[in-house]
C-alpha cells in the first residue's frame, strides 16, 4: 500500500508540473517574438541523431543539409551531442566541426539554469507518463538554440524520430511565427514498434498536433503519405513524400565474391523489437535437420547490436547453429566503415522487414546501402510491402519470403535462395534515379519554395504515380 500511495504521489505531482509548464507555455505563444532580419532565406534543421553518430537516423539528415547547402541554401543544425559518448565519436565531431558552419550540438542536460529545470520536469514526465524514451529532456536546449538561430526569413525543418524534435519545431514556429516543414523518418501514430497502450492514446493526439500545425509535412514511403491522407482528408495538400535513399558520392562498388568453404548470409544492423532472425535460423535447423542443406556449407552471421527485450540471443536454433559453426554474431557497436566492409564481404544478406503493426508500412533503412553492395538479398516481409517495391527497382538477385508463409513453403524458399549461384550487379539506372540524394533534394527544394512562399502546396504528392517505385 505504502509503495502504491507514493507511485500516486508522484503521478500527482507531475501532473501538476505539467499543469504549471502548460500554463507557461501557453503564456509564451501568445505572445510572438521578434526576430532579427534575415539577408537570404535559410534553413534550421532540428535533428537529434547527427554524423558522426552511427545511427541509421542521422543519415536522413545529412544528406538533406549537405545537398541543400550544395544548392546555395543556407542550412544551420541543431543536434544532441549526448549522443556521442564513445572516443571515436567525439573525435570524429571534432574534426568535423571545425569545418564551418558545424552543428550546433546542444546537450540533454547541463545542471544550470532554467533549461535544466526546464529539461528536468519533461524528464519526470516521460518517465511517469510516456511509454518510450522521446528525448523531452532535450527540448529545452534544442528550443533555446533554435531561437538563436531564427531569423526572418528562416524555415524550420524536423526530423521525426525522437518526438522531442517535432515538438521543439512546434513551439518555436508558435513562438516566431516562421513556417515550419515537419520530416517523418518513421510515422507517429501506428509505428510499428510503438506498441505501449499509453502511445495508442498519446501518438495520435501528437501526430494531429504536428500535421495541423505544420506547414507541410513530409513521409518516407507512399505508403504513410497515403496513411496520412486516409487521415487528414482536410490536409492533403500538405503531405509529401521523400523516400530514404543514397549519397550518390558515398561510393560502394560490389566486390569479388571470397573462395571459402562456408558461404555466408549476414544480417548488419540493430535487433529490437519483433525484428528477430529467429525464422530464419529456424528455418536453417529445419533444413539441416532433414538432411537438404549441409551445416558444413553455410554461415549465418549478425552483425550489430543486440536488443534483449526483443530478441532472445540463446533461441535453442541460434543455439544449436553456433554448436555447428552456421552462426556467427557479434553484438557490438560498430563503426560505419567496419559495418559496410561485413556488407562487402558476405556472399549474401538478410533483410529483416517484420513488425506486429503495420507491416510493409516502412522500408529498413539499410536496404539502399545493401543494394548498392550489389550481393543478393533474401527479405523477411509482406506481399506488396514497400520493401518489396524498392527490391524490384533494384535490379540486384533477391527473393522476398512472406512472413505468413507455411512452414514448408518458407523452407522451400530459403532453400532455393541460399543453393543458387548469385552473382553481384550494380544497381539497376531506374534505383540510382528514383532514390538519388541528388532527386530526394529537388522536392526538398521545392516544398521550401511553396512554404517560404505563403502559396497553397497544391496536390498532394502521396497520389503521384511518378514517385512510385516498382
Known sequence: MGTRLVKLSMRANVLAQVERLLASFERLVKRRGALPEGPVQT??????????????????????????????????????????????????????????P????????????????????????????LPYNDRLGWLPYAYAAGARMLTSRSILISSHPPIATHLTAMALKLRYGRPWIADFRD????????????????????????????????????????????????????????????DPEDDI?????ATRERRTISHVGTLYGTRTPVPFAASL???????????????????????????DPNHPALAELEALGCFYRTSRHLPQSEAR???????????LDMNEMNPGLQVPAKVFEYVRTGRPILALTVPNSATQHVLAVSG??????????????????????????????????????????????????????????????????CFSQDDRPG
Request: charged share 20%.
Open 187 to 246: 510515422p507517429l501514430w501506428g509505428n510499428p514498434f510503438r506498441t505501449s497502450r499509453r502511445a495508442a492514446w498519446i501518438d495520435p493526439l501528437v501526430e494531429r498536433l504536428v500535421v495541423s500545425l505544420a506547414d507541410a509535412v513530409i513521409a518516407n514511403t507512399n505508403s504513410s503519405a497515403e496513411m496520412l491522407c486516409r487521415r487528414y482528408p482536410k490536409l492533403v495538400r500538405k503531405f509529401h513524400t521523400i523516400w530514404n535513399g543514397f
Open 396 to 461: 540486384v538477385p533477391h527473393a522476398c519470403i512472406d512472413l505468413g508463409a507455411t512452414t514448408e513453403v518458407f523452407d522451400a524458399l530459403v532453400l532455393a535462395f541460399l543453393s543458387a549461384q548469385h552473382e553481384s550487379v550494380a544497381p539497376s539506372l531506374r534505383f540510382q534515379h528514383e532514390f538519388s540524394a541528388e532527386k530526394q533534394i529537388k522536392t526538398l527544394l521545392s516544398i521550401l519554395e511553396i512554404v517560404g512562399s505563403g502559396e497553397n502546396p497544391g496536390q498532394a504528392a
Open 341 to 351: 566492409r561485413e556488407m562487402l564481404e558476405a556472399d549474401m544478406l538478410l533483410l
Open 253 to 257: 562498388r560490389p566486390l569479388p565474391h
Open 43 to 100: 534553413v534550421v534543421m532540428i535533428a537529434y541523431y547527427y554524423p558522426p553518430h552511427n545511427e541509421i537516423g542521422a543519415a536522413r539528415p545529412s544528406r538533406f543539409v549537405r545537398y541543400l547547402r550544395r544548392n546555395d541554401t543556407d542550412v544551420a543544425v541543431i543536434c544532441s551531442s549526448g549522443m556521442l559518448r564513445r572516443t571515436t565519436d567525439q573525435q570524429a565531431s571534432a574534426k568535423a566541426d571545425k569545418e564551418k
Open 285 to 311: 535447423q529445419r533444413l539441416i535437420h532433414q538432411g537438404t542443406l549441409a551445416p558444413t556449407t553455410i554461415q549465418f552471421r549478425q552483425i550489430g547490436r543486440v536488443d534483449p527485450e526483443g530478441f
Open 102 to 129: 558545424s552543428p550546433q550540438r546542444v546537450p540533454d542536460a547541463d545542471g544550470t539554469g532554467i533549461a535544466h529545470r526546464l529539461s528536468a520536469v519533461l524528464q519526470a514526465i516521460q518517465r511517469v507518463v
